[in-house]
């Protein structure tokens, strides 16, 4: 998005990052955030059921609980490499959602052994993804959390989820900011990093906007919004907000940049919204797993009941 280009959010005053001084008219951003609320409504039952079938394959299907162990890690596994009844893809999948799957497992440091034996045992090249940088609150020295990125690496993570500390969004510690995500990056050794910004701990939307553009120039190939763990975890403004600072970066830079929501998406509602705005915001290049992640825990359950309540409402009227 370019200097006036669009009501909701200008930016004012350019600075290194491309965000001196931003201004987002909230109020325009909560507006739109209800027109994509209302137009899942609107949706029609096949179309319905395609969008679902391709939100499956956008999930980073997660488990992140203290409890966790190898069993249910590999559970977790077992249900993203077979995530929807055969049936349900059969009747309504395309022919490349027969080995429909989800984008990856998402667990701790500690569980990535786990999953990478569960996966090898099911046959399966699924990617698996770590959290790491002091998961979830980032407030750890700067060391601990580049070894913890190294650590994940050794034991064969595909991707890593780091976390931000929050408190230089909030000093505008931007310099520092660029040059932690930096390090953590670069400890990645090219995995698929994404930068969790914790926004419900950003301050703000405009915080948000500068963390995110400050994330990608210090080459973050994927940025996200939230942990999980947070109060206020992944909403639509927010969702906006990081979608439009991933835009300016691509009409400055050249370069795509991920995006992953991840907390608090518990329905195939809320999915569905997410899927429109990314189509309405970043387009339809974006809706690909290469660029677009959602981070949930319980949400494959409500899709599967929703698939399952569309296929028989079909079969009931043929
Ligand atoms: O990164 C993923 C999140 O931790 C998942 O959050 P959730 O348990 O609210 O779905």
Redesign the pocket.
């Known amino acids: 998005m370019a200097k006036d280009e669009d009501s909701s959010l200008k930016i004012l005053n350019e600075d290194r990052y491309g965000a001196g001084c931003v201004a987002i008219n909230e109020q325009a951003v909560n507006v739109e955030a209800e027109e994509l609320n209302r137009s899942v409504d609107s949706l029609t039952t096949e179309n319905e059921i395609s969008l679902l079938l391709k939100a499956v394959s956008f999930l ?1 299907l ?1 488990t ?1 609980s203290s409890d966790d162990t190898k069993a249910n890690v590999t559970q977790l596994c077992c249900k993203a490499v077979a995530p929807v009844p055969k049936e349900i893809v059969k009747r309504h999948g395309k022919n490349d959602d027969s080995k429909l799957t989800t984008a990856s497992v ?1 667990i701790y440091p500690n569980r990535i052994s786990d999953a990478k034996s569960a996966l090898a045992q099911l046959g399966s090249a699924l990617p698996v993804a770590a959290v790491a940088g002091g998961f979830p609150s980032g407030q750890y020295p700067l060391s601990t959390r580049v070894s913890e990125v190294a650590f994940c690496v050794d034991e064969g993570a595909d991707e890593i ?1 780091i976390v931000i500390d929050r408190s230089l969004v909030l000093n505008h510690q931007w310099e520092k900011l660029y040059s932690e995500v930096l390090n953590m990056n670069a400890a990645g050794k090219g995995r698929k990093v994404k930068v969790i910004l914790a926004t419900g701990e950003c301050g703000s939307l405009e915080n948000v906007f500068k963390a995110s553009l400050v994330s990608m120039h210090a080459g973050a190939p994927f940025i996200k919004t939230s ?3 947070e109060t206020v ?1 992944a909403t639509i403004p927010v969702g906006i907000v990081m979608c439009r600072a991933i835009k300016l970066f691509y009409k400055t830079k050249g370069i795509k940049i991920g995006f992953k929501p ?5 329905t195939y509602k809320d999915i569905l919204v997410w899927m429109l705005l990314i189509k309405k915001e970043l387009g339809d290049s974006w809706l690909n797993p290469s660029l677009f992640r959602v ?5 494959l359950s409500s899709i599967v009941d929703r698939l399952e309540e569309l296929n028989s409402l079909i079969k009931t009227a043929e």
């Not at 991840?262 to 518990?266: E, F, K, L, Y």
């Not at 981070?295 to 949400?299: D, H, I, L, P, T």
């Open positions: 980073d997660t992140l998402c989820d942990t999980g763990k975890n991840a907390g608090g998406i518990r981070g949930a825990s319980s949400v």
